[in-house]
């Protein structure tokens, strides 16, 4: 999990991640969330898979493209 934390602290130092997070412990299934940019699907799911806790099968991941409709100043 250190590793996986380490790649997405990379990822948002470089401007990459928007955001990351996970779910409260108190809900039934915990879960991360990462909003991150790509260029292109095949960028994004490589991002996605090289994850360190993805490539291990620690986690698992899913692609859900998202376009920002609304967003606070």
């Known amino acids: 999990m250190g590793r996986h934390f380490e790649y997405l602290s990379r990822a948002t130092e470089q401007g990459q991640v928007v955001l990351a997070g996970r779910t409260a412990e108190s809900f039934d299934q915990t879960?991360?969330?990462v909003i991150f940019d790509?260029?292109?699907?095949?960028?994004?799911?490589?991002?996605?898979?090289?994850?360190?806790?993805?490539?291990?099968?620690?986690?698992?991941?899913?692609?859900?493209?998202?376009?920002?409709?609304l967003q606070r100043n």
């Open 31 to 33: 879960f991360g969330l």
């Open 38 to 69: 790509a260029d292109s699907e095949e960028a994004a799911q490589t991002f996605m898979r090289a994850d360190p806790a993805v490539a291990a099968g620690v986690m698992t991941a899913s692609l859900h493209p998202y376009s920002i409709a």
